[in-house]
């Protein structure tokens, strides 16, 4: 066997074993209803229940509203995340000021700090400010720059540009944050595609912060949906996980459109200049 074909089965074994759990969750969402969920779900439903998820999505009760709360939530949160990140990330890379370096590790010092240890001084924060049961506390965090990570990543990007493009920009008249807006940023596309994926990924799917600010029905989103979901009814595995396939496709969508754009950020800001 030759080492490509090696390398080959091995990149396909992977792969099937990371699409298991995908396959499973799909196939359970189209067993018949009272089925329950056994090591015959892996084996493909004859015939498939299609009606389980208009089924689902029904018992949800409210779907379109909760899918417009949370895409509104996760829509700003990106733009925000995208905005900030990359404001901060160009500052420390090609601007010169007292204490950038030192700044800046102040600034990754900051992911040392456990989610759990600032959970009760943000919700204590948000309350005195009145932003509980408003979407204030899911939105603002990430929109003041709440990802150091992707401030790094910003920086890496930047820095591996050349620095001709600051001479370039000051002879054309432009300043710093032109400089930012007309040059750096469209050339940043990459690794904008990268940190709005993973913010995507992490508002889409959060429960933590909406289980803590959102209080109205009416407000939830889709992952508090899916867990009331789970507890208000007698629930259908099949069904539940039908609302739960629904809830996943806009992620795997996303992730394959933008999987090009992904990959070469994550190169470039993995590259040491």
Known sequence: ??????????????????????WFLVSASLQAPGSGVGTA?????????WENYPEALARMGGFGRFL?????????????QCLTCSLAGYAFARLRFRGRDALFLLVLATMLLPEPATALPRFL?????????????????????????????FRQYFLSLPPELDEAARLDGCGPFCAYLRIYL???????????LFTFLA?????????????????????????????????AVEHLMAASTVILIPCVLLYFLAQRLFLRGLRVAAAKR
């Open 1 to 22: 066997m030759s080492a490509r074909l090696a390398r080959n089965l091995a990149v396909l074994a992977g792969a099937l074993l990371f699409a298991l759990p995908l």
């Open 41 to 49: 779900t892996l084996a493909p439903p004859l015939p498939p229940h």
């Open 68 to 80: 417009a709360n949370t895409l509104v939530v996760t829509v700003l949160c990106v733009l925000g």
């Open 125 to 153: 924060l948000f309350r005195a400010l009145g932003l509980v049961d408003t979407y204030g506390p899911l939105i603002l965090p990430t929109v003041l720059g709440g990802a150091p990570f992707f401030v790094f990543l």
């Open 186 to 196: 469209p050339l940043a596309r990459p690794m904008l595609a990268t940190v709005a």
């Open 203 to 235: 508002t889409w799917n959060d429960f933590w912060a909406p289980l803590l600010y959102v209080l109205s029905p009416e407000k939830r989103t889709l992952t508090l949906a899916l867990a009331s979901f789970q507890r208000t009814y007698d629930t």
